[in-house]
């Protein structure tokens, strides 16, 4: 999978690119990102990507034509699902981030100020994503967790693929409470199934658990019909 970035501060990424999750499935050559300066794309002496709004009001937007020519640019010889991180966008859930990790490549516009002239978005982007229904500074961040989520799909970035399919919202479910050692904690015992031995009766306590934890914080996902909750009668 190949992840192209257009942002004005292609800093934030150096590490994010390199660390962990992403960084290894970078060096495994599962994923290539490049990141792309949005002023590379301007032509006035003073590199500039925003302007007043037409209307008034407070804030700057960030003009068209910089973002149309590093679109172009960055798209040339390809073909990439082009996404605006945005909050007037779709909220990312796990749905979307499946689907997304089945593209072969992905570019996301990362904007900063009060977003960018309409007319980007309705001529060289193909859906807008948001993260969530609060304000950031920049879709900077965003298109790191879009990268962070999409990345764990990918064949092979995962050590083992159980662990994704079975991890929060693989199964429609809130995950289970983990352990490890120490055995006791601030006075307080690792439930005493997880040391018996008995794989069946963890699995059945890690699954109840998790059905119990998603009825009590987010009942939400379970009125949507969870993938392994078709069972009713059944409560933790
Ligand atoms: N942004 N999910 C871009 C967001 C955001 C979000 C704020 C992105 C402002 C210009 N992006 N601008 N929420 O809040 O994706």
Known sequence: MRIDVITIFPELFDAFVRTS???????????EIAVHDLRAHT????RSVD???????????????PWLAAVAAV???????????SPQGRTL?????????????LLLLCGRYEGIDERVAQTVVDEEISIGDYVLAGGELAAMVLIEAVSRWIPGV???????ESDSFGRGLLDHPHYTRPR?????????VLLSGDHRAIAEWRRAEALRRTRARRPDLLAGGAKSCKTSGEEG
């Open 158 to 164: 995962v050590g083992l693929p159980d662990s994704v």
């Open 21 to 31: 999750l992403v960084g290894r499935a970078a060096a495994d050559g599962l994923l």
């Open 93 to 105: 859930d796990d749905a979307k981030v499946r689907e997304l990790a089945r593209r072969p490549h």
């Open 43 to 46: 032509d006035d002496p003073h």
């Open 75 to 85: 798209a040339a010889g390809g073909s990439p699902w082009r996404i605006l991180l």
């Open 51 to 65: 302007d007043e709004p037409y209307g008034g009001g407070g804030g700057m937007v960030m003009t068209a034509p």
């Open 184 to 192: 006791v904690v601030a006075g307080l015992a690792v439930p005493e």
